[in-house]
């Protein structure tokens, strides 16, 4: 709710480096749920998830962000004489976590936007469907077709499919692949 990021009493217990995971433990390790392992291994959902670590790096667990809290929250835990141990090493972990997150997320920024279909070049069909495929780096959360939105087919986390439809005569498709934002 608002913006913020809200964590339950188990995530306290179980994170920030305290009894957890290390910093640059694989991102889908350890689900042992084969809903979830379905979830993460369908494409589309699969880049979802990393769109949202994405946002996640670029927020809360920005060092600007996430540092100036853990320490307000110190702060007043020690203003008000409530023991407590300096958040050091949380802050540590949250930016080793974020440096290996954006490592990842990195990792997926290629292949370049590109169609594939025909090699990308221009081509002449007399069918009224045309499916044209092409590869994507995870930043591109949509694509364009004209300036429209098109309704897209992740096959991989970076191959997609969408199909348009010509008109008799030449025809200029225009694809742009677009950010979360819209860009």
């Given amino acids: 709710p608002g913006g913020?990021?809200?964590m339950a009493l188990w995530d306290l217990d179980f994170s920030f480096g305290a009894d957890s995971r290390a910093f640059d433990a694989t991102l889908l390790s350890e689900i042992n749920d084969p809903t979830l392992n379905n979830f993460y291994a369908h494409p589309?959902?699969?880049?979802?998830f990393h769109h949202i670590l994405r946002q996640a790096v670029d927020?809360?667990?920005d060092p600007a962000r996430f540092d100036t809290l853990a320490d307000d929250h110190y702060a007043v835990l020690l203003a008000n004489s409530v023991p407590?141990?300096?958040?050091?090493?949380?802050?540590?972990w949250v930016a080793n976590r974020r440096a290996y997150i954006s490592?990842?997320?990195?990792?997926?920024s290629?292949?370049?936007f590109a169609i594939t279909t025909n090699?990308?070049?221009?081509?002449?069909?007399?069918?009224s469907s045309v499916t044209l495929a092409g590869t994507s780096p995870?930043?591109?959360a949509g694509i364009l077709v004209n300036g429209q939105p098109a309704d897209l087919t992740w096959s991989a986390t970076n191959a997609w499919s969408l199909v348009v439809y010509p008109v008799s005569g030449a025809n200029l498709i225009t694809l742009t692949g677009v950010d979360r934002f819209g860009n």
């Fill in 84 to 92: 407590a141990t300096a958040p050091t090493d949380m802050k540590t």
């Fill in 59 to 61: 927020g809360p667990m």
């Fill in 44 to 48: 589309e959902f699969g880049r979802l």
């Fill in 110 to 112: 290629s292949p370049a």
């Fill in 119 to 127: 090699g990308g070049a221009n081509f002449s069909t007399s069918s």
């Fill in 4 to 6: 913020k990021v809200h």
């Fill in 103 to 108: 490592g990842q997320i990195a990792s997926m």
């Fill in 138 to 140: 995870i930043e591109v």
